[in-house]
């Protein structure tokens, strides 16, 4: 995108964030922290969070997700451009300093200030050290440049990653609660140049011939030995708050490029062979189908709340089907 397109979609993004929420409006105690139009599509991925990952619906979830983030950005706030996707492996070698992170005012806003902390525990290890637990960046506190620098996080964090210890950041708040605070981000290139790279997208997409295979590795194969995949591979490069947050993570607009851009990996896998691709799923109805559950169908339901109407997985299963009509080039 040239600056001028990626600065109208920004400022689209600024639109929504200063929207009143839709959810405070039908019932404030629904989301109580959801305070903008831009808030509820974060509320509904944290309120849906342990049905949407790992399961048979991580893909069309998150592509019906993203889809109607676009319309809304659309349809409320005027914009005329294509929904942006972050093509990683570009950054992969230095995020900070790209058109991704510079800053600049055609950015997504720049890294985080310096504040000293830990190694991130991004995957949760519980060893000693934790196994991938992301060296601590040059970031780690408030965005200070670029077009999201005076915007203000209102959903209380669910699952922080990052740890500072001079900051108010809690690691326990009420669900969906009102904590305002700045966006921070750290990013990292240790993750990027690890996760992210144009080798680690190819095989992904040329070694894993099945549904299962492809989206298990996708979001990391359960992490283990600390394997990121190229999903968290993208949170993780964001880190920070509320970016470094399982449940939490679309409070950062750089979720919608990252996710637009899982989109797009599988949409290249489905197009290497559409009449098996096309509507292949695999999986359960629960994150890592804990507690055991029923596997996933393509007549399920995607549910996202006061952003849409339900759809069909199999209704989200082709870009140039239904309510789609996209592609990516």
Not at 13 to 32: E, F, I, T
Not at 105 to 134: F, R
Request: proline content about 8%; glycine content about 10%.
């Amino acid at each position: 995108m040239l600056p001028r397109e990626r600065r109208a979609y920004t400022n689209a993004v600024l639109c929504l964030m200063g929207k009143p929420s839709r959810l405070a409006a039908l019932d404030p105690s629904l989301a109580p922290g959801a305070k903008s139009r831009y808030d509820d599509f974060v509320a509904v991925h944290v309120n849906n969070t342990f049905s949407i990952h790992a399961t048979a619906n991580f893909l069309s979830w998150h592509r019906y997700f993203t889809w109607t983030y676009e319309l809304a950005l659309r349809s409320e706030c005027g914009y005329k451009g294509a929904q942006p996707y972050w093509n990683w492996a570009i950054t992969a070698l230095d995020p900070i300093n790209s058109p991704m992170f510079d800053g600049s005012p055609s950015s997504m806003g720049g890294n985080g200030i310096y504040a000293s902390h830990n190694c991130t525990n991004a995957l949760a290890s519980t060893a000693n050290p934790p196994v991938g637990c992301i060296p601590p960046g040059e970031g780690g506190g408030c965005v200070q440049v670029g077009p999201f620098k005076n915007i203000t996080v209102n959903i209380a964090p669910v699952a922080p990653s990052l740890r500072i210890p001079e900051s108010d950041l809690p690691t326990t708040k009420p669900f969906l609660s009102y904590f305002p605070r700045c966006l921070r981000r750290d990013v990292s290139p240790w993750v990027s140049s690890n996760w992210t790279r144009d080798v680690d997208v190819y095989d992904l997409i040329t070694q894993n011939k099945d549904i299962y295979w492809f989206q298990t590795m996708m979001q990391g194969n359960g992490f283990l030995d600390g394997f990121f995949g190229v999903h968290a591979g993208g949170h993780y490069t964001i880190g920070g708050d509320p970016g470094g947050d399982f449940f939490a993570s679309p409070g950062d607009p750089a979720f919608f490029l990252h996710h637009a851009q899982i989109d797009r990996v599988w949409w290249v896998w489905q197009n290497q062979d559409l009449p098996n691709r096309q509507n292949a799923i695999s999986g359960t109805i629960t994150l890592f189908d804990v507690p055991p559950s029923r596997n996933g169908t393509l007549d399920d339901l995607l549910d996202i709340g006061i952003l849409g109407d339900p759809l069909a997985i199999r209704g989200a299963m082709n870009t140039l089907g239904g309510k789609f009509c996209y592609i990516y080039v």
